[in-house]
């Protein structure tokens, strides 16, 4: 007879994955302030999500990856943290590519993890699960950087370099890539290692154009400020310099905000109007904060001012694109800010009269599409004070509510001018909600674009957060049909067949419901008072 003491020894997985490279990573995660992940659980990623309730760690699971991404940037333009997603390895990877992309060409700070092949097995194209040829290579080939790390320590370290770039450079998305092997085994890395780091900071700007700034600033007949979505951290000297020069401030998309679109000021986010950018190509001093003045922004190639420009970048390489600077200040948008501010006293200057620009620029917004306009128009009246307000590159967003609705601080308008992508809307509102639950927050979407990440409504309802879905529906892609017709191309592929929207949404478990355009503003408002997940339907006649 074989005894209780000849009996094989079952190991015990929480003992065997007490400290593994993944903890170390997330731990790391942590430390930085992330309280939120967004993801899909995967074979070979569960070691990165083992010690996230540990940790105090919110795991969102979207629907697919391309969501969780962008679910990602939702919720890192609502906390200013860098958002954070875990893929499992080959097809969850490449789903998010299209989110890191846009991270990319939008400035945003975006955290991807990822498991890879196992060290030794790169490459060997035998047939494992997931394989990927060089799944580093890919993503680096879209992102700031990819780095696929071969021991615990330099997984760490690179978790740590991602926070360095996010706060101290232009952010960008990063990835790291942890071979299934380490991701498993034992860390040994030092907790002292895994805790956060100070910031080096993007360094004090140049002290002599500072004061070639100053000088040019402080004789300023009609300066004129545009910022972007570099600024968006300076938002109190940006009001403040705006004021003491008696400058008005027009921004990008990304910039919405910066300057309260109410204030006297403010000429909103107009630069793709003929009257907005002749006013600033007037100014005999153009600063220009935190943008690269990009022609997806403009909707033109480049801005032609007649006048002095002064730039101020955290990148340097930014400080002359697409408009060469007569200063060029790099550096941290607030920080430069406090330095011009200390030069340019407050003075009298009396305030421009910018209604007959206000009133071209709302005669070209309307000119531009009448109708879609007019809706947007309603949307936003209807819209709770304070509210975010998610979309897509659906037109009811870059040709009406961009330009119509007023935001009176930034990166509450969430959009991605440049990317201009469709499915990003739904899962950005759901992420921006979980960073704040208690702010009311309205998707407005094209039909087409809500169908790209539909699925999304699964994640909403279980995260049981309040959110409202504006479905302008306008038969498929109505933009893309016009374009054909322009050509002279009879429309092929773009009138869509609709599924029943109110009917889907129940499905899903939220509530749905088709409106007019008279009950539209009702609607919102009851939605948004009774809360859960409802969707709007709107017929765009």
Same mark, same amino acid.
């Given at each position: 007879?074989?005894? +209780?003491?000849?009996?094989?020894?079952?190991?015990?997985?929480?003992?065997?994955?007490?400290?593994?490279?993944?903890?170390?990573? +997330?731990?790391?995660?942590?430390?930085?302030?992330?309280?939120?992940?967004?993801?899909?659980?995967?074979?070979?990623?569960?070691?990165?999500?083992?010690?996230?309730?540990?940790?105090?760690?919110?795991?969102?699971?979207?629907?697919?990856?391309?969501?969780?991404?962008?679910?990602?940037?939702?919720?890192?333009?609502?906390?200013?943290?860098?958002?954070?997603?875990?893929?499992?390895?080959?097809?969850?990877?490449?789903?998010?590519?299209?989110?890191?992309?846009?991270?990319?060409?939008?400035?945003?700070?975006?955290?991807?993890?990822?498991?890879?092949?196992?060290?030794?097995?790169?490459?060997?194209?035998?047939?494992?699960?997931?394989?990927?040829?060089?799944?580093?290579?890919?993503?680096?080939?879209?992102?700031?950087?990819?780095?696929?790390? &071969?021991?615990?320590?330099?997984?760490?370290?690179?978790?740590?370099?991602?926070?360095?770039?996010?706060?101290?450079?232009?952010?960008?998305?990063?990835?790291?890539?942890?071979?299934?092997?380490?991701?498993?085994?034992? /860390?040994?890395?030092?907790?002292?290692?895994?805790?956060?780091?100070?910031?080096?900071? /993007?360094?004090?700007?140049?002290?002599?154009?500072?004061?070639?700034?100053?000088?040019?600033?402080?004789?300023?007949?009609?300066?004129?400020?545009?910022?972007?979505?570099?600024?968006?951290?300076?938002?109190?000297? &940006?009001?403040?310099?705006?004021?003491?020069?008696?400058?008005?401030?027009?921004?990008?998309?990304?910039?919405?905000?910066?300057?309260?679109?109410?204030?006297?000021?403010?000429?909103?986010?107009?630069?793709?109007?003929?009257?907005?950018?002749?006013?600033?190509?007037?100014?005999?001093?153009?600063?220009?904060?935190?943008?690269?003045?990009?022609?997806?922004?403009?909707?033109?190639?480049?801005?032609?001012?007649?006048?002095?420009?002064?730039?101020?970048?955290?990148?340097?390489?930014?400080?002359?694109?697409?408009?060469?600077?007569?200063?060029?200040?790099?550096?941290?948008?607030?920080?430069?800010?406090? /330095?011009?501010?200390?030069?340019?006293?407050?003075?009298?200057?009396?305030?421009?009269?910018?209604?007959?620009?206000?009133?071209?620029?709302?005669?070209?917004?309307?000119?531009?599409?009448?109708?879609?306009?007019?809706?947007?128009?309603?949307?936003?009246?209807?819209?709770?004070?304070?509210?975010? &307000?998610?979309?897509?590159?659906?037109?009811?967003?870059?040709?009406?509510?961009?330009?119509?609705?007023?935001?009176?601080?930034?990166?509450?308008?969430?959009?991605?001018?440049?990317?201009?992508?469709?499915?990003?809307?739904?899962?950005? /509102?759901?992420?921006?909600?979980?960073?704040?639950?208690?702010?009311?927050?309205?998707?407005?979407?094209?039909?087409?674009?809500? +169908?790209?990440?539909?699925?999304?409504?699964?994640?909403?309802?279980?995260?049981?957060?309040?959110?409202?879905?504006?479905?302008?529906?306008?038969?498929?892609?109505?933009?893309?049909?016009?374009?054909?017709?322009?050509?002279?191309?009879?429309?092929?592929?773009?009138?869509?067949?609709?599924?029943?929207?109110?009917?889907?949404?129940?499905?899903?478990?939220?509530?749905?419901?088709?409106?007019?355009?008279?009950?539209?503003?009702?609607?919102?408002?009851?939605?948004?008072?009774?809360?859960?997940?409802?969707?709007?339907?709107?017929?765009?006649?």
């Amino acid at each position: 007879m074989t005894g +209780m003491d000849d009996q094989p020894t079952v190991e015990d997985p929480a003992q065997r994955y007490a400290d593994t490279t993944g903890r170390a990573v +997330m731990e790391c995660v942590a430390a930085y302030g992330v309280t939120t992940i967004f993801g899909i659980p995967g074979t070979h990623n569960l070691e990165l999500y083992r010690p996230l309730a540990d940790l105090g760690i919110r795991a969102v699971t979207n629907r697919h990856e391309q969501g969780a991404g962008y679910g990602a940037d939702g919720w890192s333009q609502r906390t200013g943290l860098p958002g954070v997603v875990i893929t499992t390895s080959g097809p969850g990877l490449q789903n998010a590519l299209s989110a890191i992309g846009t991270a990319f060409c939008e400035s945003r700070p975006l955290l991807v993890i990822s498991p890879g092949t196992a060290r030794g097995a790169e490459f060997a194209d035998v047939g494992t699960l997931h394989e990927t040829k060089n799944a580093s290579a890919m993503v680096d080939a879209v992102a700031q950087w990819s780095r696929r790390v &071969v021991t615990a320590e330099a997984a760490v370290e690179a978790v740590h370099d991602a926070f360095e770039l996010f706060r101290s450079s232009r952010p960008r998305p990063v990835h790291i890539e942890i071979p299934l092997d380490l991701l498993e085994e034992s /860390a040994g890395v030092d907790p002292e290692v895994r805790r956060a780091r100070p910031s080096g900071g /993007a360094g004090a700007p140049d002290p002599a154009g500072v004061a070639r700034a100053v000088q040019l600033l402080r004789g300023a007949e009609r300066p004129v400020i545009i910022v972007g979505g570099g600024a968006t951290r300076a938002t109190a000297q &940006v009001a403040d310099l705006a004021q003491r020069l008696s400058a008005p401030v027009l921004t990008t998309t990304n910039g919405k905000g910066v300057l309260d679109e109410h204030h006297p000021l403010s000429l909103g986010a107009n630069l793709r109007l003929p009257s907005a950018r002749e006013f600033a190509e007037g100014a005999d001093v153009l600063l220009v904060v935190g943008s690269k003045l990009g022609e997806a922004e403009l909707w033109w190639p480049a801005i032609e001012p007649r006048g002095a420009v002064i730039r101020i970048d955290v990148s340097a390489d930014q400080l002359d694109k697409n408009l060469a600077a007569t200063v060029g200040l790099r550096g941290d948008s607030a920080a430069v800010l406090d /330095a011009l501010l200390e030069g340019v006293p407050a003075g009298d200057r009396p305030t421009p009269d910018l209604e007959p620009l206000r009133r071209a620029i709302a005669e070209e917004t309307r000119a531009a599409a009448p109708t879609t306009v007019a809706l947007a128009e309603d949307i936003a009246a209807a819209v709770p004070d304070g509210a975010i &307000v998610a979309g897509d590159s659906s037109q009811i967003i870059y040709l009406g509510l961009s330009n119509v609705l007023k935001q009176d601080s930034p990166r509450r308008f969430l959009y991605m001018p440049t990317y201009a992508t469709l499915g990003y809307g739904l899962p950005a /509102a759901i992420g921006a909600r979980i960073a704040e639950p208690d702010r009311p927050v309205v998707a407005v979407l094209g039909d087409g674009a809500l +169908m790209f990440s539909v699925n999304e409504l699964a994640t909403a309802v279980e995260q049981r957060v309040d959110l409202t879905i504006v479905c302008v529906d306008n038969g498929g892609y109505a933009e893309i049909k016009q374009n054909e017709v322009d050509r002279a191309i009879a429309p092929i592929g773009v009138e869509l067949h609709q599924p029943d929207w109110p009917a889907l949404a129940e499905a899903f478990g939220a509530r749905g419901r088709r409106v007019t355009r008279d009950e539209l503003r009702d609607a919102i408002a009851a939605s948004v008072e009774s809360g859960g997940v409802h969707l709007l339907h709107l017929l765009d006649v």
